[in-house]
């Protein structure tokens, strides 16, 4: 069993910067392939980035890519997500997953959830 934690979120003008955090615990966190998710109100679950158990490759939806980075910290069990460059369409419920198997960017493969940081985006 995984739990996970984001922290990060908040109010920022569009241009700006924040840092996402997931801190996980339970069962050895090194060992999951780590993604984050987000949802915005009315739409689907959408990819984000993905990062891979050993850190060595990571993956990024088109609509971030250049502007996200997603990194990982072993030592202290946590996955992060920069996001510079922000837009109001960015603007969502950002979520971290565990995937026990394989780092993917389909949702419905993750097995663990953590329960969501909101980020807003003003214009």
């Known amino acids: 069993q995984v739990q996970l934690v984001e922290s990060g979120g908040g109010l920022v003008q569009a241009g700006g910067s924040l840092r996402l955090s997931c801190a996980a615990s339970?069962?050895?966190?090194?060992?999951?392939?780590m993604g984050w998710f987000r949802q915005a109100p009315g739409k689907e679950r959408e990819f984000v980035a993905a990062?891979?158990?050993?850190?060595?490759?990571?993956y990024y939806a088109d609509s971030v890519k250049g502007r996200f980075t997603i990194s990982g910290d072993n030592a202290k069990n946590t996955v992060y997500l920069q996001m510079n460059s922000l837009k109001p369409e960015d603007t969502a419920d950002y979520y971290c997953?565990?995937?026990?198997?394989?780092?993917?960017?389909?949702?419905?493969?993750?097995?663990?959830w953590g329960q969501g940081t909101q980020v807003t985006v003003s214009s």
């Open positions: 990062i891979s158990w050993s850190g060595s490759s990571t």
């Open positions: 339970g069962r050895t966190f090194s060992s999951y392939a």
């Open positions: 997953a565990a995937d026990q198997l394989r780092v993917s960017n389909r949702w419905y493969e993750y097995d663990y």
